[in-house]
């Protein structure tokens, strides 16, 4: 069995970003059944300063990870360090007989040009560089790209690769995180939101409901350097560590998904609208949890939500009085959130970590026959 997995990200680490999440996530499932994992990443953060990258990020494994940082010092990371970081790690990587996944999209240009086979994710839509280089040059055909990885069925539509390119492999969960709750007759309480607070993500239409629903509290984490304050039943906190963010999950009596129909990755623009292509990571998070959602309708959403099965969905996802409404009715019937409850398990079941892992494995396993 090939005993080593290296997971190559464009990230400073640590990071509380959503990548950070999901590479230390898939390297901990890895390792389950792997034994030994390298993390190659442009430099150290010196803005997150934390004790433990274990605890930081509620990882499992016993195992040791291997931190390759590139750049020793601290430096901005624009599109000329970009560049030279991706030389370097396939330079680095000369001769690696190891399972590879590349976050970074130059780190893969690199590899595929140095002949080194490697998996790469694809979570938004190319732009620029990487987009003349990937889809003009198509270098995304390359024999030395085992499969690029889409996150949705949304992504895989808008680039339209051959079938036998690429694989699905939404974000996922992991059940070890979760103690499964169960639903109670109280009436809903308290409503939280976890995640970022970029344009798109829904923080006004949280504010506004919050106005328009006075018996409930509302519960905001993920601030970073937003204008965004707290009153009387809204209240903001900084974003948490993704073991902190687990706890909070279960202290919600109903969790918010109120993605609008353009979604930023940013706090400035939609610049990069990833509305169509997302698998969001709290999704899966809440799913595992047990606590009901209430969530947008987006097409995207819904390759994993079902309406009055395993969430609710609003289609008039910008008026809050339409969110207002769905809260009350969620609140009043007890046998309804029971039944959502009970269905977001079952699949969350069927969509962690694990599996996802699995597959990646199965699929180079079967290449490399």
């Not at 009901?292 to 609710?312: A, Q, T």
Request: glycine share 2%.
């Amino acid at each position: 069995m090939l005993k080593k997995i290296i997971y190559i990200t464009d990230l400073s680490l640590p990071s509380n970003k959503a990548q950070a999440i999901h590479v230390f996530k898939m390297i901990d499932n890895f390792l389950s059944f792997m034994d030994e994992a390298m993390l190659v990443f442009p430099n150290l953060n010196k803005h997150l300063k934390i004790t433990s990258i274990k605890d930081y990020f509620n990882l499992h494994t016993k195992k040791k990870i291997i931190f390759e940082p590139i750049f020793k010092k601290y430096k901005l990371f624009n599109s000329v360090s970009r560049f030279i970081f991706g030389l370097k790690v396939a330079n680095k990587l000369r001769g690696e007989k190891s399972l590879i996944i590349s976050r970074s999209l130059i780190a893969s240009f690199f590899l595929t040009i140095f002949k080194i086979k490697h998996f790469v994710e694809i979570h938004q839509e190319l732009k620029g560089l990487t987009k003349f280089l990937f889809i003009n040059l198509k270098f995304i055909n390359s024999k030395q790209i085992i499969k690029v990885i889409f996150i949705s069925k949304g992504l895989s539509d808008f680039y339209q690769l051959n079938d036998e390119k690429y694989v699905i492999l939404n974000d996922g969960c992991d059940l070890r995180d979760f103690k499964f709750n169960r639903v109670t007759k109280k009436k809903i309480k308290n409503i939280y939101y976890l995640g970022s607070f970029y344009k798109g993500r829904g923080v006004e239409i949280i504010k506004k409901l919050a106005s328009l629903s006075p018996k409930y509290n509302f519960n905001l984490y993920g601030l970073r350097d937003e204008k965004i304050r707290s009153f009387k039943n809204f209240k903001v906190f900084p974003i948490a560590s993704y073991k902190k963010t687990l706890k909070l999950i279960i202290k919600a009596d109903l969790l918010l998904m109120p993605y609008q129909s353009k979604i930023s990755i940013n706090s400035v623009n939609f610049k990069d609208d990833i509305s169509k292509f997302i698998s969001p990571l709290k999704m899966f998070e809440y799913l595992a949890s047990g606590i009901p959602i209430i969530s947008s309708d987006l097409k995207v959403l819904r390759e994993k939500l079902i309406n009055r099965r395993n969430s609710i969905l609003i289609k008039n996802y910008s008026n809050p009085l339409a969110w207002k409404r769905a809260i009350n009715e969620l609140s009043d019937n007890f046998y309804l959130r029971q039944k959502i409850s009970k269905n977001s398990i079952l699949t969350a079941q069927k969509n962690t970590w694990a599996q996802r892992t699995k597959k990646i494995y199965k699929i180079y396993s079967e290449i490399n026959a």
